[in-house]
């Protein structure tokens, strides 16, 4: 069966920096758009960043921009988020996910068939 992984959560400090990987199994997505969301304590989840299947088009939310960068190795079928300047507003539970076939990076939860079990990241001030 499908599964993503997500590894690469933890506890840094704030202006710290930290990687997190997503790696699926049981099927390749690279035709597939692949994102990160994330899920902050009593709040809804929010998409933070979109790839598209080549890598080509990339889309962030607005609060991450110029600090997190997303990319993909589709040989590794591995999606990755590189955060840094990390602020303690990005303490939350990470997740992965897959987009509809040949969809745009901007990805939706509603849309997003498939989804890690969470990672979390914890940033301390």
């Known amino acids: 069966q499908v599964q993503l992984v997500e590894s690469g959560g933890g506890l840094v400090q704030a202006g710290g920096s930290l990687r997190l990987s997503c790696a699926a199994s049981?099927?390749?997505?690279?035709?597939?758009?692949m994102g990160w969301f994330r899920q902050a304590p009593g709040k809804e989840r929010e998409f933070v960043a979109g790839?598209?299947?080549?890598?080509?088009?990339?889309h962030y939310a607005d609060s991450v921009k110029g600090r997190f960068t997303i990319s993909r190795d589709n040989a590794k079928n591995t999606v990755y988020l590189q955060m840094n300047s990390l602020k303690p507003e990005d303490t939350a539970v990470y997740y992965c996910?897959?987009?509809?076939?040949?969809?745009?990076?901007?990805?939706?939860?509603?849309?997003?068939?498939?989804w890690g079990q969470g990672t979390q990241v914890t940033v301390s001030s």
């Open positions: 996910a897959v987009g509809p076939r040949y969809g745009s990076s901007r990805l939706r939860e509603d849309e997003s068939d498939y």
């Open positions: 049981g099927r390749t997505f690279s035709t597939y758009p």
């Open positions: 790839i598209t299947s080549g890598g080509g088009s990339l």
